[in-house]
């Protein structure tokens, strides 16, 4: 080993530096909860009707009632049709009123809304009729920016360094962030909307390296799970933000500005110590390392730091030895296609929050509410039934509770959005035991590989969700029914992988699968975070996300 992981080790593994660390990183995984679910807010259903003004030309004196009545044809229900209208013509009052119109067309003059109603995105840009799609399809250029934020932001923190690209991507969504606010258009929106999505992406990888990279690996859980139940926590205050701002303008300035205060904590973010050393960059390292010293009130002895030298790159696995090997092919396909279901799921279910029946604010405020105890119970649930069990139930009862609210009547909104909530629940839970499984079952030289494929397809089934919901115009039951159905494909399937529970971690690609480990032995090395080599030379360092 080059030194670097000693050296962290006698600075501290959770000291007041790495606690601060952490305490720095939560103004921006708040910021990422209200960018992903604002705009579930800023399109309310609101009544409307097409714009029959031209007939006060030859009725000037007629009451609004009497003007509704004789240019707007009514539905089945006896309700004034939202999107078409009696065709103009140009007779006297006298001839309209006596032989009525017959001819309709769509609305060629924009809609009328509420006049109390607050600015939306739906009443400033029509997002109505034949343009309502567009709701569903800006949520998924957004989700199109995460990925391609993921594809762009990991890379780059590798080349450039961890504190420039949180510093770049933190810019990027305060800027347009706060852009959104006076676009003119929708379509300008969206690209705006987009590049946040892939500032997010940013945010999130780069913060979580950086902090797995100062943070010993005994301590790395906590550092996930404080992440994990703020972005939750920000759900919860987004229901508040929204419910006291009913202007989508203001209401993007409000949850976008905040983050502009993170550049005040420029000078005291910093750097990956152990991506310094990796790029050579030892003196500046070193300083660094000095520093947590200092902050932690620990001592660095003076020859271990002299001691500090690159570290020596171990050759990587590529990822078509993910595919090559048969092993490694049936854990890619089925963590990937476990990943692509459950965030097919849960944004399913986010998404949907609007037409569930109830109070739109009280059901985010529960969503976000029920994803602090599943993230903290997913912990023991993985202690007492290990990994394959507890993944595949979750995915496979996130899937059954969506299947279940196919049958609940419309007129019992509280029944389905308990379900909901539930389901919610399962699927936070199960996206935490992700993270750790999928960690444990790929080999560490293509360890990130693997994750980052099961990432990628979930990014896909985020693009995906919100298109999915548009099937839903030729049955209501047909987007609950596709999520719900895939989850539990997908939970059944991850009964062919193998349990890591108590499981020592592969290094390389063989045909190998994890060994059983003494726990007494695997909570020693959870302390110390390294794995004694079989022929007890070099120290091969894992993360270790895998004994809580």
Not at 11 to 37: A, I, N, Y
Not at 153 to 181: E, K, M, N, T, Y
Not at 305 to 329: A, C, N, V, W
Request: net charge neutral.
């Amino acid at each position: 080993m080059s030194g670097i992981g000693e050296i962290l080790k006698t600075v501290g593994e959770f000291g007041p530096f790495q606690k601060w660390l952490v305490l720095l990183t939560l103004l921006p995984c708040l910021s990422v909860s209200f960018h992903q679910f604002c705009q579930l807010f800023m399109v309310p259903n609101v009544p409307h009707h097409c714009n029959t003004s031209w007939i006060r030309a030859i009725g000037p004196n007629l009451t609004e009632e009497e003007q509704l009545n004789l240019t707007l044809p009514r539905d089945a229900n006896g309700a004034y049709e939202q999107c078409s209208m009696y065709s103009p013509v140009d007779w006297d009052l006298d001839s309209i009123m006596a032989y009525g119109l017959n001819a309709t067309e769509k609305c060629s003059s924009g809609w009328v809304y509420p006049s109390a109603q607050p600015p939306s995105l739906l009443t400033e840009f029509d997002l109505v009729c034949d343009k309502k799609d567009l709701n569903d399809i800006s949520q998924s250029i957004y989700m199109m920016g995460l990925f391609l934020g993921s594809i762009i932001f990991g890379p780059l923190s590798d080349r450039i360094g961890r504190r420039p690209v949180i510093l770049f991507s933190i810019f990027l969504q305060g800027l347009f962030g706060v852009g959104i606010a006076f676009v003119p258009h929708f379509y300008v929106y969206m690209a705006f909307r987009c590049v946040v999505g892939a500032s997010v992406s940013g945010i999130t990888m780069t913060i979580l390296a950086l902090a797995t990279e100062w943070i010993g690996v005994s301590s790395r859980p906590k550092a996930v799970l404080v992440s994990h139940c703020c972005f939750a926590i920000g759900q919860m205050i987004l229901a508040g933000l929204s419910y006291g701002i009913r202007n989508w303008r203001l209401l993007e300035i409000a949850g976008s500005a905040p983050i502009f205060a993170f550049f005040f904590c420029i000078q005291v973010l910093p750097e990956s110590a152990r991506w310094l050393v990796t790029r050579g960059r030892i003196e500046e390292a070193k300083k660094l390392l000095k520093k947590a010293a200092s902050i932690n009130k620990r001592t660095i002895p003076a020859g271990l730091l002299e001691q500090l030298k690159p570290e020596t790159q171990t050759k990587s696995g590529s990822i078509l030895d993910l595919f090559r090997k048969k092993h490694l092919l049936k854990v890619t396909l089925i963590m990937s296609c476990a990943w692509f279901v459950n965030s097919l799921v849960y944004y399913g279910l986010s998404l949907n929050v609007t037409n569930f029946g109830l109070d739109i604010y009280l059901t985010q405020l529960a969503f976000g509410a029920v994803e602090i105890p599943a993230r903290l119970g997913c912990i023991f649930l993985l202690q007492w039934f290990g990994r394959k069990k507890t993944q595949a139930v979750l995915l496979v009862l996130s899937g059954l509770v969506c299947l279940i609210i196919i049958g609940i009547p419309e007129d019992q909104p509280v029944a389905t959005t308990v379900l909901a909530t539930i389901g919610k629940f399962t699927a936070s839970a199960s996206f935490s035991t992700s993270y750790v499984y999928t960690a444990e079952l790929f080999p560490t030289v293509a360890r990130q590989t693997g994750v980052g494929l099961c990432s990628m397809s979930s990014r896909v089934a985020g693009i995906l969700a919100p298109l999915i919901r548009l099937l839903g115009q030729y049955h209501p039951a047909i987007p609950m029914a596709i999520y719900g159905s895939a989850p539990v494909l997908g939970g059944l399937l991850c009964i062919l992988l193998t349990e890591t529970r108590g499981m020592e971690l592969v290094d390389d690609t063989g045909d190998s699968h994890p060994k059983a480990e003494v726990h007494k032995n695997a909570n020693s090395s959870s302390e110390n975070g390294h794995m004694k080599g079989k022929d007890g030379g070099q120290d091969n360092e894992y993360t270790k996300t895998t004994y809580f």
